[in-house]
């Protein structure tokens, strides 16, 4: 069985300061995927990233950057200098095997204050 | 090139009032998913399609929902029997024909069953 999970329900920052999310995950297959997806107040989910189970470089695209560790199954998501309008719901997701579903984390809610 | 699109986008009826919903996929997506959501929670799925075959389903799908995609175009998700703990939103995705490919989501359509 897969699970993610976002221990961090709920997140509060001050705008320009750097936010991690953090994301675990379960999963007994050898080749799987990992997404990140921003659902923004007007409710529709937004890709932001896959990444695949045999790539642990780490990625950066613009202020976000994500950091893949398979020793420790995480998958964390950093936003630098935080803006009012990073605020949303974070979701990290899974899919893998012969799995083609997504499993999604219960998601953290950041909220970027002014 | 238009993303997926869900219609309606509010739905309210009364408990034992049957409803359906539709989805139109990206049009160069074979596969099309439909997960649930409710409040607090991430997006749990529910069936998927490739093409027209309908290759998985939840066991969250009781015998009172069925989906349908026919032509591999468009989805219908029909819920029979309206119970108030259907009350959820109701996303919509697709994605290439294979499990590295991420998927988008449509906006989605918010089921109140009074």
């Known amino acids: 069985a897969q699970k993610v999970t976002q221990a961090q329900t709920e997140i509060s920052v001050v705008e320009k300061e750097d936010v991690t999310l953090d994301c675990v995950y379960e999963?007994?297959?050898?080749?799987?995927?990992l997404f990140w997806y921003k659902q923004p107040p007007s409710g529709e989910l937004v890709f932001l990233i896959r990444r695949n189970s045999f790539d642990e470089q780490n990625e950066i695209s613009g202020r976000y950057s994500w950091n893949f560790q398979k020793s420790t199954s995480s998958f964390n998501f950093t936003i630098t200098a935080s803006q009012v309008v990073d605020s949303a719901v974070y979701f990290c997701?899974?899919?893998?095997?012969?799995?083609?579903?997504?499993?999604f984390g219960k998601g953290t809610l950041l909220t970027v204050n002014p | 090139d238009t993303g997926v699109s869900q219609d309606p986008r509010h739905k309210i009826t009364k408990r034992g009032q049957n409803v359906t919903f539709r989805c139109d996929p990206i049009s160069e997506h074979n596969r099309l998913y439909w997960y649930r959501q409710t409040l607090g929670q991430g997006p749990e799925f529910l069936t998927y399609?490739?093409?027209?075959?309908?290759?998985?389903k939840s066991r969250l799908l009781s015998d009172r929902f069925s989906a349908e995609r026919p032509k591999g175009s468009f989805s219908t998700l029909e819920i029979q029997r309206t119970e108030q703990g259907d009350s959820a939103m109701y996303l919509c995705?697709?994605?290439?024909?294979?499990?590295?490919?991420?998927?988008?989501f449509g906006p989605g359509t918010r089921l109140t069953v009074t």
């Open positions: 995705a697709s994605s290439f024909d294979t499990y590295s490919y991420e998927q988008y």
């Open positions: 399609f490739q093409n027209e075959a309908q290759l998985e």
């Open positions: 999963t007994r297959d050898t080749t799987y995927y």
């Open positions: 997701a899974l899919s893998g095997g012969s799995n083609y579903k997504l499993t």
